[in-house]
């Protein structure tokens, strides 16, 4: 298995544009996580799903974040409209329900100008 | 607040040497304690699990510690190796929850 594979890797976007991260979980895993990593704040869960439907939203900053998962094999992040302090280290990650060990994506680095 | 505290901020050590990073939880009721290791540009990866009866896990030069009385637990790199260079994140399982909580990690420095 190629693991969570995330995309695109680097996103360097103008203030206001809307931006979409992309994430394809491990095969057979029914949870998936969208964190947010910086340096002020470390790793901060945003959404996760549990067979594709979202079960806690509260860590999504704003209303201009949106999650969706529409099948089991592919989930989005969009940010409408981007803003500079959105910068960051955004990963996904999937795990099965037996198992607490979470696998993480390479990350997508958004950087907001 | 369910809190996990990471120490030290940041570590530069010489290769060969030994060191150790600390983790201070208040999370409740405990399930499991993960340290991950995540290096530049990468996303984190599991190095270790521990469950409350646990008190000592090994994995390679990798020596994880957990006191749950105390809620605190360690983790000792022996001989460190240049590789060792990373973040080094702490990550504590609520019990009966399937959100995990996260300390903001050690950056460890391993010079030649």
């Known amino acids: 298995d190629a693991g969570v594979i995330q995309s695109p890797r680097h996103e360097v976007t103008e203030m206001g544009q809307e931006v979409t991260l992309r994430c394809k979980p491990i095969?057979?895993?029914?949870?998936l996580f969208w964190y947010r990593q910086t340096m002020m704040r470390g790793l901060e869960l945003l959404i996760y799903?549990?067979?594709?439907?979202?079960?806690?939203d509260s860590g999504m900053p704003e209303d201009r974040f949106s999650a969706k998962m529409p099948n089991a094999s592919f989930s989005t992040l969009k940010i409408q409209p981007s803003e500079p302090r959105d910068s960051a280290v955004y990963f996904c990650?999937?795990?099965?329900?037996?198992?607490?060990?979470?696998?993480f994506g390479q990350g997508t680095r958004l950087t907001v100008v | 607040k369910n809190q996990v505290e990471q120490s030290p901020q940041s570590l530069i050590i010489l290769e060969g040497k030994n060191c150790t990073l600390q983790?201070?939880?208040?999370?409740?009721?405990?399930?499991?304690l993960r340290w991950y290791k995540q290096d530049t540009g990468r996303g984190p990866v599991s190095l270790t699990i521990?469950?409350?009866?646990?008190n000592t896990k090994s994995n390679g030069r990798y020596t994880a510690t957990l006191d749950a009385d105390t809620k605190q637990s360690s983790l000792h790199i022996t001989a460190s190796q240049l590789s060792d260079s990373a973040s080094y994140i702490c990550?504590?399982?609520?019990?009966?929850?399937?959100?995990?909580?996260f300390g903001r990690g050690t950056s460890l420095i391993v010079h030649p």
């Open positions: 990650a999937s795990r099965t329900t037996s198992n607490t060990e979470a696998f």
């Open positions: 095969s057979g895993h029914d949870y």
């Open positions: 799903f549990n067979n594709n439907v979202p079960i806690d």
């Open positions: 983790c201070n939880y208040t999370v409740s009721p405990f399930s499991n």
């Open positions: 521990m469950t409350f009866s646990e």
């Open positions: 990550v504590v399982m609520k019990g009966g929850s399937y959100i995990p909580t």
